[in-house]
């Protein structure tokens, strides 16, 4: 009953499935959603989440899911995995966490009422490593395919849940160092694989994997020369096949996603791999701007670069191509819009009223694009070829997370609740 409930929620309501939304673009096609928001004015539920996480919701039907991560007391004796860079041990700075106890949870919300309908703890005790002070031990978004739920946690494991909360499978896929920086990348789903990118320190154990969906079990596992990355590869349909991109700092790789045959490769980011290629047109715009800001386009199927451009680029966040452009954002909230098929410059140095920071990455919707600072200002900017901001709404608490867009509601994750915005 609960199943035929849910498909038939899925028929009338746009889901939100996976990082960055339908198409792991942050492209919505719904329209007439709320565009003024406060503590006090369009918010129809807001719920309190223990501990902390930058994984952003996702939405199917009537269920929303999350994941957070507890921190306990510390353990004696614990440690972070040993890293070795240049035949050396180091410990970088604002690396923490390894020596404490950690819970990982996976939460069920009603987007209805804001009730919780199930939390399931996925790892309770020591962690494999560190994590950035500024990152979480929940910062990859689980995927949906309307029947289970994923959930990637690193080196705890791939862990899979049906809607009632009852578990499925867990896999592991072993100890999965970045230098003590902790995770990021989001699985993705394609027919029945779950993907994962799994790039680690140096480079030294690399690779990209699919398991079986339904039972967990290995079906693909293909070595990369990539060092550590926290980008989530997209699955791009071209006019002849459909590609997996996987973004990196050595190389940008093209996968047939079924075998994981490696279909073409070009030159890497230099930086660290952290925001979601963009796709469109039958192009890939890969992008990185941790220290060297890189970014260029490169034809679908091939290795061919069509255009570049390496200025206006965040460290974090992920840009959006909507309406035949290519919108970027700096970590200060500074936009850069070109055009997707050229590369033409249309603006550059779009500001915002108030400085801040962001690491939310932007989406879209009927012509407009939200952009949300850690300060918790979601400000509305008007797609085309001038920056307008048309609106800045605030929900008075930090946000690290990217929103997401289902049945004419903003579901915007903060620092201690969930927000629900809807007329």
Not at 5 to 16: A, E, G, P, Q, R
Not at 159 to 176: E, K, P, T
Request: aromatic residues 10%; contains cysteine; neutral net charge.
């Amino acid at each position: 009953m609960v199943a035929l409930v849910l498909i038939l929620c899925s028929l009338f309501v746009d889901n939100w499935p996976q990082w960055r939304g339908p198409r792991g673009q942050g492209v919505s096609d719904e329209k007439n959603l709320p565009l003024e928001w406060s503590p006090t004015k369009n918010i129809k539920w807001k719920t309190a989440i223990p501990g902390r996480g930058h994984s952003s919701p996702i939405v199917w039907g009537n269920r929303l899911f999350l994941t957070t991560a507890i921190e306990g007391d510390v353990i004696p004796g614990a440690t972070a995995t040993k890293h070795i860079i240049n035949n050396q041990v180091v410990k970088l700075p604002d690396t923490v966490g390894a020596d404490r106890g950690h819970t990982l949870k996976l939460i069920c919300i009603d987007t209805e009422t804001g009730k919780v309908l199930w939390d399931r703890t996925v790892h309770e005790g020591r962690m494999y490593d560190d994590r950035q002070t500024s990152n979480t031990y929940a910062s990859s978004t689980p995927a949906t395919d309307g029947r289970y739920v994923y959930a990637f946690f690193g080196s705890e494991g791939l862990h899979c849940y049906d809607f009632d909360g009852n578990s499925v499978w867990r896999a592991s896929l072993g100890g999965i160092a970045k230098m003590g920086y902790g995770e990021g990348t989001s699985p993705v789903i394609f027919e029945n694989l779950l993907i994962v990118q799994v790039d680690k320190e140096m480079g030294q154990g690399s690779y990209i994997a699919a398991v079986d969906k339904t039972t967990g079990k290995h079906v693909w596992k293909t070595p990369r020369k990539n060092r550590a990355s926290w980008s989530t590869p997209v699955l791009v349909k071209g006019t002849k096949r459909t590609e997996l991109i996987a973004s990196g700092a050595e190389s940008v790789v093209s996968y047939d996603p079924a075998t994981g045959k490696e279909l073409w490769q070009t030159e890497g980011l230099i930086s660290h791999a952290i925001p979601t290629p963009l796709t469109g047109d039958d192009m890939v715009f890969v992008y990185a701007g941790s220290h060297d800001k890189r970014g260029y386009a490169v034809s679908l199927g091939s290795n061919k670069i069509l255009w570049r451009h390496d200025k206006g680029i965040g460290y974090i966040s992920s840009g959006v191509l909507y309406g035949g452009s290519v919108y970027l954002t700096t970590d200060s909230g500074t936009m850069t819009a070109l055009d997707a098929l050229t590369g033409e410059l249309k603006y550059e140095g779009g500001r915002l009223p108030a400085p801040s920071t962001f690491f939310a990455s932007p989406v879209a919707f009927d012509g407009k694009i939200l952009i949300t600072s850690q300060d918790g200002d979601t400000y509305i900017i008007t797609a085309g070829p001038r920056h307008e901001v048309a609106a800045k709404n605030s929900l008075g608490e930090p946000v690290y997370a990217s929103p997401a867009i289902s049945g004419g509601r903003i579901f915007i994750r903060g620092d201690r609740h969930l927000f629900c915005i809807g007329k």
